[in-house]
């Protein structure tokens, strides 16, 4: 199994900064893709960013330009580099990890963080 835990969150002002960061810990090995998603109240979750197997990295269309991220394989962790921050960046960011279980795939989430961008 897998554990993921985030941190970085907070409030700041429309065009600030904020980097996220994923520590996982457990099985890591079985990370077969590893990201981010958020959640705006009375929205969807979404996908933000995600490293894929091959490495691959895949933006949504909302946040390209702005935001970036990143692994760290010694650390096992994963950031979010969030740059150029807009209200509607508001919400709740999940680490996500697709993990390889003994012939599933399990959706591992993280707890979630809050972010607040003020206009």
């Known amino acids: 199994q897998v554990q993921l835990v985030e941190s970085g969150g907070g409030l700041v002002q429309a065009g600030g900064l904020v980097r996220l960061s994923c520590a996982a810990s457990g099985s890591t090995f079985s990370i077969n893709a590893i990201g981010w998603y958020r959640q705006a109240p009375g929205k969807q979750r979404e996908q933000v960013a995600l490293i894929r197997s091959d490495s691959s990295i895949v933006y949504a269309d909302s946040v390209k330009g702005r935001f970036t991220i990143s692994r760290d394989n010694v650390k096992n962790t994963v950031y979010l580099q969030m740059n150029s921050l807009k209200p509607e960046d508001t919400a709740v960011y999940y680490c996500?990890?697709?993990?390889?279980?003994?012939?599933?795939?399990?959706?591992?989430w993280g707890q979630g963080t809050q972010v607040t961008v003020s206009s």
């Open positions: 996500y990890a697709l993990v390889r279980g003994r012939g599933t795939w399990d959706n591992t």
